[in-house]
Structure formats: structure tokens, C-alpha cells
């Protein structure tokens, strides 16, 4: 049954990946995404919970964890008070998207 739902769930994202919107919307979520991901490593790298992190910015820890959630775009100036409370530096950079 389990192997059953992975074909179909495969199958879905073969289709799905030829539809322009959905594409789009998966691109944009896998830049969240992908800031989420950075926040939690430099987080976890640093050996600090959310409440840590939180009380170095001066801040609360459900702030910390919306910050982690990707369901938000951070200012610049927070994701530096992050950087700092981690012991990390902030580096944004451009990069060529993919053409496919």
C-alpha cells in the first residue's frame, strides 16, 4: 500500500511539474524555504534553541519560530540581528536562475 501511494504521489509530480502555475508557486516556495533551512542550520550550528536566539535579539521565541517557519520574508536589518545573535554572517547574493 505504502509503495502504492508513492507511484501515485510520483505520478502527480511528473504531471504537475509540466503546469507553468505550479512551477512558479514551487519556485517561490523553495526560496522561503531555503532561508528557513539556512536560519535553523545557523541556529542549530551555534547550539542554541529558539529561546537562545531570542533573548540575543531581543525578542520572543514564537518570533524566532515564525522566523523559521519560511512563512514570512524577513527585513534585512532582522536577518542581520540573527546573524549576529548566531555568531554567523549574513551574505545575500544573486544567482541565475534556472531555465528549464
Same mark, same amino acid.
Given at each position: #500500500?505504502?509503495?502504492?501511494?508513492?507511484?501515485l504521489?510520483?505520478?502527480?509530480?511528473e504531471?504537475?511539474?509540466?503546469?507553468?502555475?505550479?512551477?512558479?508557486?514551487?519556485?517561490?516556495?523553495?526560496?522561503?524555504?531555503?532561508?528557513?533551512?539556512?536560519?535553523?542550520?545557523?541556529?542549530?550550528e551555534?547550539?542554541?534553541? *529558539?529561546?537562545?536566539?531570542?533573548?540575543? #535579539?531581543g525578542?520572543?521565541?514564537?518570533v524566532?519560530?515564525?522566523l523559521?517557519?519560511?512563512?514570512?520574508?524577513?527585513?534585512?536589518?532582522t536577518? *542581520?540581528?540573527?546573524?549576529?545573535?548566531?555568531?554567523?554572517k549574513?551574505?545575500?547574493?544573486?544567482?541565475?536562475r534556472?531555465?528549464?
Open positions: #500500500m505504502k509503495k502504492e501511494k508513492s507511484l504521489a510520483a505520478d502527480a509530480f504531471e504537475w511539474r509540466h503546469d507553468p502555475e505550479y512551477v512558479s508557486a514551487y519556485d517561490a516556495l523553495e526560496e522561503e524555504f531555503a532561508l528557513a533551512e539556512a536560519l535553523i542550520r545557523a541556529r542549530a551555534a547550539h542554541m534553541t *529558539q529561546e537562545d536566539v531570542a533573548k540575543a #535579539m525578542t520572543t521565541q514564537a524566532i519560530a515564525r523559521e517557519s519560511g512563512r514570512s520574508m524577513p527585513s534585512t536589518r536577518l *542581520q540581528r540573527f546573524a549576529e545573535a548566531t555568531g554567523t549574513l551574505r545575500i547574493r544573486f544567482e541565475k534556472k531555465m528549464g
